[in-house]
Nanobody
Framework: VQLQASGGGLVQSGGSLRLSCKLS????????LDWYRQAPGKEREFVAT???????NYADSVKGRFTISREWPRRTSHLQMDSLKPEDTAVYYC?????????WGQGTLVTVSS
């Protein structure tokens, strides 16, 4: 199982970005798909998750601004990020669990300027 994240970049405060994460291997239809982020000097933290049946959950800090989705034919999850704030600046990682092990993508950098 491998994850490939993309879509990061530089955006002004209040702007939007859409991250994508493509899954290779594994059974996409039964996997929960997650996003985490790690800001400079801080620990990695949970951002959002979408279950195999489409149920979603978000960190309080992003509720109402971020939307997670999944797309079966392309085996991809998306993280739509709106109303971005400087404190959203971080490396964003997509992740899943396969055979009891947590798998991480390579991360994509999001920088929000004030």
């Amino acid at each position: 199982v491998q994850l490939q994240a993309s879509g990061g970049g530089l955006v002004q405060s209040g702007g939007s970005l859409r991250l994508s994460c493509k899954l290779s291997g594994g059974n996409f239809k039964i996997m929960d798909l997650d996003w985490y982020r790690q800001a400079p000097g801080k620990e990695r933290e949970f951002v959002a998750t979408i279950s195999a049946n489409g149920a979603t959950n978000y960190a309080d800090s992003v509720k109402g601004r971020f939307t997670i989705s999944r797309e079966w034919p392309r085996r991809t999850s998306h993280l739509q990020m709106d109303s971005l704030k400087p404190e959203d600046t971080a490396v964003y990682y997509c992740s899943t669990v396969s055979r009891g092990a947590r798998i991480w993508g390579q991360g994509t950098l999001v920088t929000v300027s004030s």
